[in-house]
């Protein structure tokens, strides 16, 4: 590799203009795509064949006007609404109804007076009920009393006709008829009165069913209204309303952009009308640029730190040209790539970082071997030669490395995870080709110009390293170094054992956003969980009878079982589809979508599932923004101890070819770790527990973004192979030059020392930037980057490295023979090639090419 790198560096050098126009070709290519192709970014995360996922696909099938993505809309008004600000809201949500893509929009005041109206309706009637029972009572009550006097009547003509009956033959026939006449009449109006009394009586039985019948649906309807308790769609205040959107089902939860943007565009109506409106995250996604003014801040810093390192403008530029460079063709080719894949807003961010942070430094690490061999004497081309094929040799190596590490993301079977690995993979690979084609180029164009003022005046000479420095304290400390690096780092990771994870919401946007703002008035107003209600899916081995009746007893009696459940506040019936075989809920949790006690509802809802689904012949399905974030972090999590085992044996095995030793991989992986661990621990004392939260802009801590750990690993490794290689492999060197073992960890650190310094320097200068991102979601992932390259490279790669193998000494570059012979011989840094040029640098740093080689230096021209 070395020496085809040697050549591709050397023709670069001798046809700079063409490769320069391939360059800009290429970047004009990329350009080009981005603006035809790119479709808007999404903050939504999904995971084709999840749970949440088939349930909202059982949904769709089902009842299709619920199973939409939904969004929210907060209208404030100062003073409280008046009627003509009512009817601007009404009118602006008329015209939301009528626009394609939108199946629903309540309107909060109508929704709301009909609420109020309904429960007035019930106290009415339950007021009405109680009369009726009243008079129904009072009915019976005269019933008895004229069954009473009835039966008293019939009493009297009972003992007349027998007294008649007794004294018939006594009396004149006169009487005698005249008396059954009597009787007779008696009889008759008893007869009536009977009648009249059993014709009330069957009213009163009528009545009383009928009174029983209503009391039975009054309590149905008390039911069905207890469920939704506490549920608002304008606030006590009066000053807040709150309006819910469904839209049409996509395949997903996300919303089409096109949609949104007019949903926002009619939005503008209000403007003067004394309304104000916000809208959820859901709707605005709030991603405005992948890049903002903070983030130039490490670029400038970074740009600082090349100046002093390399002395002119014009040498400290080129880095940054690179950087520039690769950035625009890898993030322009990711946005053209949005047209066949969906890809979150975080992606181009993190390969925005990655591909500055990987661009300035790998063409550094060439730049600074070419102006040392410049300034020892070396020919010019001949220096960007040899430079791209020694450095260029371990920046392709250390590249590659932390290409594996990112496209090895894909392993984890999460889509998005994968594509936001593949991206930021495909920028580190742009950056690796960029520094060993088109840094020699301009290498080439710059000529000696590239050593500054500074440079050109020791031009000709060259300072190898000494045995002093930072290396040296530490080797006559060791132990006092491992400890104070293991303590300071054991400290750091200490918030890391709270780690909780979750996706972002409204909660976690910037606080000036209408995203927040429509969530903390949501929160402030309806509560919490109104940001992110869950939908529950009842599928019925029955379907239910053709009534009304039925469906209403089916809905509150699973309803009601719903919201036994801890954690849930309310619950809400929405739909029954057109089969009567799916009954779909609404439930709203105690707490926001991020929030623990959300978790434990779902959860809670999971466990109780099966249970409340055998009691009402259902199969029950819970879906939704807030269940699939819920869902895709802990299938994260999940995949978090996979993808470290697949990471620390890449690293073992990578580090065995690299430095043929059994101990330094050991020692380099354990230090990685370290690394990951102090990282977490930061990420999760700023932006869980809340430390230095006026500082970092955390308004409102909350759960650490899901797949933040994965990400960090997958980089964090490939970063930490780059400062391991770079300087582990010059110890390795000056050992392999006859030094000893403690010598070599003090010449080779001071050999490679002072450019990965800078290296890491820039680094976390880059990635600091993103902390103050305007893209909430990029801030820890920076954070997290920046602080795990401090404690990599400064820590453990600088103090604790150094330190171990001073103490192990020669036992750090033990190899069994029979693994020495079958390990193939990686080459870095390009011993073999120097070898064969007659060049060597080491021990004293100088650069020489011995004569007697100069056939095998021309062979390699």
């Known amino acids: ?151 008293a009547g019939w009493a009297q003509y009972e003992g007349g006709l027998a007294a008649l009956e007794e004294n018939r033959d006594g009396l004149p026939a006169e009487m005698v008829a005249d008396a059954e006449a009597q009787l007779a009449e008696a009889r008759e109006q008893l007869e009536a009165g009977q009648a009249e009394l059993d014709s009330g009586r069957q009213e009163l039985e009528a009545g009383a069913a009928e009174l029983d019948a209503g009391e039975a649906e009054l309590a149905l309807g ?46 503008g109506q209000l403007e003067g009308t004394g309304v104000t409106i916000d809208y959820s995250q859901s709707i605005v996604q709030d ?8 983030e130039a801040i490490g670029i400038a810093v970074a740009a600082i730190v090349l100046l002093i390192m390399l002395g002119g403008v014009l040498a400290a530029g080129l880095p940054l040209l690179m950087a520039m460079v690769g950035v625009g063709v890898g993030v322009g080719g990711a946005m053209a790539l949005t047209q066949f894949v969906d890809m979150n807003s975080a992606t181009p961010a993190l390969a925005l970082m990655l591909g500055l942070a990987v661009g300035i430094d790998y063409s550094l690490f060439l730049i600074n071997r070419h102006r040392t061999q410049l300034q020892a004497g070396m020919e010019l081309k001949a220096s960007i030669a040899l430079a791209t094929g020694t450095s260029g040799n371990a920046v392709v190596f250390a590249g590659m490395t932390v290409f594996i590490a990112l496209a090895a993301l894909v392993v984890t079977g999460i889509p998005f995870l994968g594509v936001m690995g593949l991206v930021a993979a495909g920028t580190v690979l742009v950056a690796v080709l960029l520094a060993i084609t088109l840094t020699p180029a301009l290498l080439s164009l710059m000529g000696t110009r590239v050593l500054g003022r500074k440079g050109l005046s020791r031009h000709g000479t060259a300072e190898g390293p000494k045995g002093r420095g930072w290396a040296a304290w530490v080797q006559g400390r060791p132990w006092a170094a491992v400890a104070a690096v293991l303590v300071i780092v054991g400290l750091m990771a200490i918030p890391a054992l709270d780690l909780r994870l979750g996706l972002p919401d409204g909660s976690s946007d910037p606080e000036d956003s209408t995203s927040y703002a429509a969530y903390d008035l949501t929160r402030e107003h309806f509560g919490a969980g109104a940001n992110g209600p869950i939908i ?99 299938q994260l999590a999940q995949a978090l101890p996979v993808y470290l085992l697949v990471v620390v044996g890449l690293s073992l095995v990578l580090l065995l070819l690299v430095f043929r030793s059994l101990l330094v991989p050991l020692l380099a992986t354990g230090g990685f770790l370290l690394s990951i661990a102090a990282a977490f621990g930061a990420v999760v004392a700023t932006y869980q527990w809340g430390v230095g939260s006026s500082i970092f802009g955390v308004h409102e801590p909350g759960p650490i973004l899901s797949f933040l750990p994965i990400l960090l690993i997958g980089v964090l490794f490939g970063l930490a192979m780059d400062y391991q290689v770079f300087l582990v492999s010059a110890m390795r060197e000056a050992h392999v030059h006859g030094e000893d073992a403690r010598q070599a960890v003090v010449s080779g650190f001071n050999h490679s020392a002072r450019v990965v310094t800078a290296a890491a320097i820039i680094m976390i200068s880059v990635f600091g930037g993103f902390i103050f991102a305007h893209l909430a979601m990029v801030r820890p992932i920076g954070m997290g980057l920046a602080v795990g390259v401090l404690v990599d490279a400064f820590l453990v790669r600088m103090t604790l490295t150094p330190a171990v193998l001073s103490l192990l000494g020669e036992k750090a570059w033990y190899l069994p023979r029979w693994l020495d012979r079958i390990l193939p011989v990686m080459d870095v840094e390009g011993a073999k090639l120097e070898r064969q040029l007659g060049v060597d640098t080491y021990p004293d740093g100088d650069v020489d090419v011995m004569p007697d080689d100069a056939e095998a230096a021309a062979s390699l021209r």
Do not use: Y
């Open 536 to 634: 529950a899916v009842a599928s019925l081995d029955d379907p239910l009878a053709d009534t009304e009746q039925a469906a209403m007893q089916a809905q509150v009696e699973l309803g009601e079982d719903l919201a036994n459940v801890p954690g849930a506040q309310s619950v809400v019936p929405i739909g029954v589809s057109d089969d009567r075989s799916t009954l779909v809920f609404q439930i709203v949790p105690e707490g926001g979508p991020a929030e623990q006690v959300t978790v434990d509802l779902v959860g809670n809802l999971d466990n109780s599932a099966e249970l409340i689904g055998a009691e009402h012949g259902a199969t029950l399905g819970f879906t939704g923004q807030t269940v699939a974030n819920i869902d895709i972090s802990e």
């Open 287 to 294: 991603i405005s640029s992948v890049v903002g003014a903070t």
């Open 222 to 267: 008390e039911r069905m209204a207890n469920l939704s308790n506490g549920m608002q769609f304008v606030s006590d205040d009066g000053t807040v309303a709150l309006s819910q959107l469904q839209f049409d089902f996509g395949g997903g939860p996300s919303l089409d952009p096109d949609v949104t943007a007019q949903l926002q565009e009619l939005g």
């Open 1 to 151: 590799m070395a020496s085809v790198l040697h050549r591709l560096g050397r023709w670069c050098a001798n046809h700079p203009w063409r490769t320069i126009l391939a360059w800009v070709l290429v970047m004009v290519a990329a350009g080009t795509a981005a603006a035809a192709l790119m479709k808007p970014l999404s903050n939504e995360f999904s995971i084709p064949g999840s749970r949440f996922e088939a349930v909202l696909q059982d949904l769709e099938a089902a009842l299709p006007e619920a199973a939409g993505a939904s969004g929210s809309v907060v209208f404030t008004s100062e003073g409280g609404f008046s009627d003509d600000e009512e009817q601007a809201v009404a009118d602006l949500i008329a015209d939301w109804r009528e626009m394609d893509g939108v199946t629903a929009v309540t309107d909060p005041f109508q929704t709301q007076a009909e609420m109020d109206g309904s429960a007035d309706q019930i106290t009415q009637a339950r007021e009405q009920l109680q009369q009726g029972r009243t008079d129904l009572n009072a009915g019976w009550e005269e019933l008895r009393t004229g069954q009473s006097e009835l039966d």
